[in-house]
DNA sequence: TTGTACGCGTTATCAA
DNA sequence: TTGATAACGCGTACAA
């Protein structure tokens, strides 16, 4: 049989109200009956019905994480954030897949929204600018906070890190080490991300009076195997760069085999830096120079900006990334 | 303003409960009915409370993942495959974050229980085989399946792969290939799978012949920085081993990036063979032999003996793992 | 400061 | 085969 409010009620001699006054930390409760509650609470070991709090009340204490990060460190480092505050307020975690070229991930959402009633949703790239899915969820008045948003930045609270000035500061170094020709592969193509650390990249090359070189760009996609395909094209070419800056350590990681193979060795005859720090990579490859994007402290934060209520005012929260030098980077390090 | 039954039953000129049934697909709808039923819920777009279901019925449609392993590759793996499985019957997941050693964790989980009303949990490794959890999840009579577990088989509905098989096939591999001083990884003490995969390397050896040196034995914890911590340890041997077999393939990528410090070629110097093929290591570093534990299945099939329902007999599901043999592994190899 | 009565949206019971 | 009506466990509004 469950325990119910009834039931701590009648154990501490209060009425059902008063259970739930303590219960929600409300005002207006005697002390020694608060006292009398916590203990009937105890004894019986009582835990409030989630599903009987969102039916009566305004919150569900659920929130849901929109993630499809084809990285499973970035996933993982994502939902432990958030999962880390959560905790501190007893509110749980749904997480919901979806397809990002899913026809129906209008209808997901909308479903999500209406089975739940969650108290808020927090989307990541790519989906976190989908402008069709935040119409839906400004229109049904949904809380949203989004993680590294690159559009309509003032519509939600979001977290972030300054992309660009990272980008920038890292082929700073590279060109601080004597570099001119910096390869450079861009991440995929539908996040925000991918433009802001290339925007970054470009910035550093034309302070530095470096002219971009388009046959120095590769496209890439965020993972392992498209940083290999750029590396290969990129080191095939009569003049290589010297240095290779891949929009993620993944993509680095594919770099760096890539010159394996081809014995090319780094980093005397090539420095490779990356972006993102969260994967094997950077243990397997120590001179492979990253920015270290906090991705457990933005789901963390979004959390909090989350939960922190209906009427909480917009708030754009730039966290601060590490710049992580392992090792020499190249032939010109002193 | 919520759609509710209510507004379906009016829409559809029926009562409540007709449209109840229908979306629960019960008998005893006429045809007619069912139709006009459906046509209203399309046309308003209805979707049913699940806070309000729970409430009710005897269903919650969420189940909940009790996980904290390490990787972020078995966590993201084993949560794609249950929600690939939770979507066609339209569950949610709720990814429940534990501390292994937490003092907590017995009242975290039936916090959960009592406060979402799951339908059903599934654990995995180390958690699968606490007698603590299981006996508490007993008795209040929530249906669990278990991942990999190692004890009380028959008490849950299980999924596994045959750790021990597949070790012993990997040793007799490395065996066939004319090793005989095979160095072994184990993996983290509190798992049931690390004793399986020893067991496995063991009898594997008695077979042929071959002694067990304990020397050659080390623990891990099937991380990549006890993989580079045991390799130290192996390759300082005096006769070390010309093959280290190790229990992950993240350890297995540690290994490997010993060797290459030490100027250890592989495989022509030594062959190395890993476990779980779920991290980047495979990409990195092709001369790395592995069974490839299909996680994300095991997630899936996990999920689909959860939802059987109440009254499904145990079952224990064995999956197929794959033997991946990307290069050759050793000297010997032909 | 406390308690009563009602409603949330669905399933379960039982009568029609 | 259908439909009233009573739960389910809690928060809300309002009265005391």
């Known amino acids: 049989m469950r325990v119910t409010i009834k039931d701590v009620s009648r154990v ?11 219960l929600n930390n409300e005002k207006y409760v005697g002390a020694d009956k608060r006292e009398r509650v916590l203990a009937a609470v105890a004894e019986l070991n009582f ?22 990060n084809p990285s499973p460190y970035y996933v993982y480092e994502m939902q432990s954030g958030i999962r880390d505050r959560c905790e501190q307020d007893g509110v749980r975690m749904i ?16 479903n999500l929204v209406d089975a739940t009633h969650v108290d808020g949703l927090i989307l990541t790239p790519p989906v976190t600018d989908y402008p069709a899915v935040l119409d839906l969820l400004a229109r049904r008045r ?30 700073e170094h590279l060109i601080g080490l004597g570099h001119r020709r910096i390869g450079f592969i861009a991440g ?7 433009g802001q650390r290339m925007s970054g990249y470009m910035r550093a090359l034309q302070a530095a009076g470096i002219e971009l070189d388009l046959g120095l760009v590769k496209q890439g996609s965020y993972d392992f195997a498209s940083g290999s395909v750029a590396a290969e094209e990129l080191l095939a070419l009569d003049r ?23 014995d090319i060795r780094v980093p005397d005859q090539l420095s490779v830096a990356g972006f993102d720090d969260t994967s094997l990579a950077s243990y397997v490859w120590p001179p492979l120079t990253t920015i270290r994007q906090p991705t457990r402290r933005m789901g ?6 989350l ?23 190249g032939p010109f390090a002193g």
């Open 47 to 68: 835990r409030p019905s989630t599903a009987a709090r969102s039916l009566a009340g305004k919150r569900s204490y659920q929130i849901a994480l929109i993630c499809d």
């Open 95 to 110: 997480a919901q897949p979806y397809d990002r070229d899913s026809a129906n991930l209008l209808t997901d959402v909308e």
């Open 307 to 329: 939960l922190a209520g209906e009427d909480a005012p917009i708030e754009r929260r730039e966290i601060a990334f590490e710049f992580v030098r392992r090792a020499s980077t």
């Open 142 to 171: 949904v809380r949203v906070v989004r993680v590294s948003p690159g559009t309509q930045l003032d519509l939600t609270s979001s977290t972030f890190i300054d992309n660009e000035g990272a980008a920038a500061m890292m082929t």
């Open 240 to 262: 290589r760069p010297s240095a290779i800056f891949a929009s993620s350590d993944d993509m680095a990681a594919g770099v760096l085999s890539v010159a394996h193979r081809l």
């Open 300 to 305: 963390y934060v979004a959390t909090e900006l």
């Open 12 to 22: 501490a001699g209060v009425s059902i109200k008063t259970v739930s006054r303590v």
């Open 188 to 194: 995929h193509k539908s996040y925000a991300t991918s």
